[in-house]
């Protein structure tokens, strides 16, 4: 979604519950898309990744979505843990261009 | 090291100084890049290299701000006359052209 400043979209769930967390990109000719977690005072890290070719990737506990006719990407968590609370960003790659572009993030809180 | 090395982690600096920040890159990857990330904010391009191409400068915001990439590896991000509003994270990234980026932790920069 659109920044507001200091107020990410959060999403607050239930610890044990799954998560969605959603992007929507800007450029219909992106062919790569990463999804990085960002934990307080550190840097990205990298979750999962998913080509234009795909719709539909899997990893340990997470799942990326890829709707490429909406340009919309999607992160399921499966089980979410406490460890899971960070802030989440979705990258796009133009095809062609190697610059990644990064989605304004969306803030994940694990209840216990 | 294994990862993106970045340094210092912390600086704070009197506005108008000049600050350096370096990077150390996941040896082999050939593209490196530098993101500034305020407070609460996603990730702002500022600069790309990518091997002896001339690097792609279209993100540093003002002529206040270069870089530099020595020997295809470490690289150096310069901000002269530092303000206020230079105040944020700023992240190196590195990666096998085309990629998965991998980022540093970050050098946190205050200007006062």
């Known amino acids: 979604g659109e920044s507001v400043g200091l107020h990410l979209p959060t999403l607050s769930v239930q610890e044990g519950d799954n998560s969605i967390i959603n992007c929507a990109y800007s450029n219909s000719a992106s062919d790569y898309f990463i999804w990085y977690k960002q934990e307080s005072g550190k840097g990205p890290q990298f979750i999962i990744d998913?080509?234009?070719?795909?719709d539909k990737r899997q990893g340990q506990r997470v799942t990326v979505l890829l709707n490429k006719t909406v340009k919309h990407l999607s992160l399921q968590i499966a089980a979410t843990q406490p460890g899971d609370s960070a802030v989440y960003f979705c990258a796009e790659k133009y095809n062609n261009f190697n610059k990644f572009y990064f989605g304004s993030g969306t803030k994940l809180n694990v209840k216990p | 090291g294994a990862g993106v090395s970045q340094s210092p982690s912390n600086k704070v600096t009197e506005k108008g100084k000049d600050v350096e920040l370096r990077c150390d890159p996941i040896?082999?990857?050939?593209?490196l890049y530098w993101y500034r990330q305020s407070l609460g904010q996603g990730l702002e391009f500022l600069i790309y290299?990518?091997?002896?191409?001339?690097?792609?400068k279209s993100g540093l915001p003002s002529d206040r701000f270069s870089a530099e990439r020595t020997g295809g590896s470490v690289s150096t991000l310069t901000i002269q006359r530092t303000q206020q509003e230079d105040s944020a994270v700023y992240l190196c990234?590195?990666?096998?052209?085309?990629?998965?980026?991998?980022f540093g932790e970050g050098s946190w920069l205050t200007v006062v």
């Open positions: 998913i080509r234009s070719n795909m």
């Open positions: 290299f990518q091997g002896n191409s001339a690097p792609d």
């Open positions: 990234a590195s990666s096998v052209t085309g990629n998965t980026i991998y």
């Open positions: 040896s082999g990857h050939t593209a």
